[in-house]
């Protein structure tokens, strides 16, 4: 059984008892496009998707089964990015901006109101005014970082550490130039920012987790984990993140942006996974009873 509180910024499925210090989070797999949003974009409905981290919720969508909340994104990426610090703002797409120090991230259009989609492909054909930029960040941007500091506080204070697994999607082309010429792709990427936002023992169980299921794990290349992961993580506070970074071409038609034949069988075994990541800490938060 769950428990849904939901705003316009996100939705957050609470189990009735959580179990354990495991978190997760779908920051970009929002799918509620404003209409207004739509309606002055240079992109098409289908396009804009591109973007997207589509059914990365649905796939974690049995975690308050296992005992484990799940906050998910309900504005998407293209409108404005939970994964960036609200002042990444990008002047090329914002009026009134100044230039700010380099950004790769802005450079790149991918600021936390981005101004292109995958491809490059630009989101809009002209710039935005800085109280629109600010309005985004206020009712969207806001309250999910809200929420979600709230959880990491709630847990942390109920079980002495919290663990956020932050879940994402790559496309499969991201990932074809990395590993040996022939050799095999990871299907999973765990970033942790090399060490600093997560323990080393946290990573190699959730890196097991994945193992355990089949999947091939590399970790930090080519995605080490952005702001949440920065933001978040401090594993000598024992608050660890960890960003996961799923293979779409295992569940997804990438040109449709739809499930292929094998999502249900990826799905079941996902949530295999969830609940390999969080029978470790329910076990050691509850240890058997010693016999008299």
């Known amino acids: 059984m769950k428990e849904t509180e939901r705003s316009d910024a996100y939705s957050l499925n609470r189990p009735r008892r959580q179990t354990g210090p495991v978190i997760f ?16 974009s240079a992109l098409d409905s289908h396009a804009i998707r591109s973007s997207e981290d589509a059914f990365v919720d649905v ?17 998407p990426r293209a409108f404005i ?15 009134g901006i100044d230039r700010p120090p380099h950004n790769p991230r802005i450079s790149s ?7 292109v989609v995958s491809g490059g492909r630009a989101i809009y054909s002209g710039k935005l005014s800085r109280d629109e930029a600010a309005g985004r960040i206020r009712d969207w941007w806001h309250p999910w970082h809200q929420a979600l500091q ?26 074809e130039a990395h590993g040996r010429p022939g050799g095999p792709r990871p299907d999973i990427v765990l970033g942790d920012r090399f060490g600093a936002a997560a323990g080393r023992e ?6 097991a987790a994945f193992t355990g299921a ?26 660890h993140v960890i960003q996961v970074e799923i293979d779409r071409a295992l569940y997804m038609d990438e040109t449709r942006i739809a499930p292929h034949e094998g999502f249900s069988a990826f799905h079941s075994l996902i949530t295999g996974v969830i609940a390999g990541l969080v029978r470790p800490w329910e076990d050691r938060q509850n240890p058997p009873l010693a016999a008299e």
């Open 81 to 95: 990015d939970l994964n960036r610090a609200a002042d990444e703002l990008d002047p090329a797409v914002i009026e």
């Open 202 to 207: 946290v990573v190699e169980r959730v890196e």
């Open 25 to 40: 989070s779908s920051p970009h797999s929002g799918n509620h496009y404003p209409p207004d949003f739509l309606a002055r």
């Open 109 to 115: 259009g991918l600021g936390v109101i981005p101004r």
């Open 59 to 75: 796939l974690f969508g049995a975690a308050p089964d296992h005992g484990a909340p799940l906050l998910a994104a309900r504005a």
């Open 150 to 175: 709230g959880l990491i506080e709630e847990t942390h204070a109920a079980f002495g550490e919290a663990v956020l697994i932050d879940c994402h999607s790559m496309p499969h082309e991201a990932i």
């Open 214 to 239: 089949g999947l091939r794990v590399s970790r930090n290349t080519p995605f080490a984990g952005a702001y949440i992961t920065q933001a978040y993580g401090r594993p000598s506070r024992r608050v």
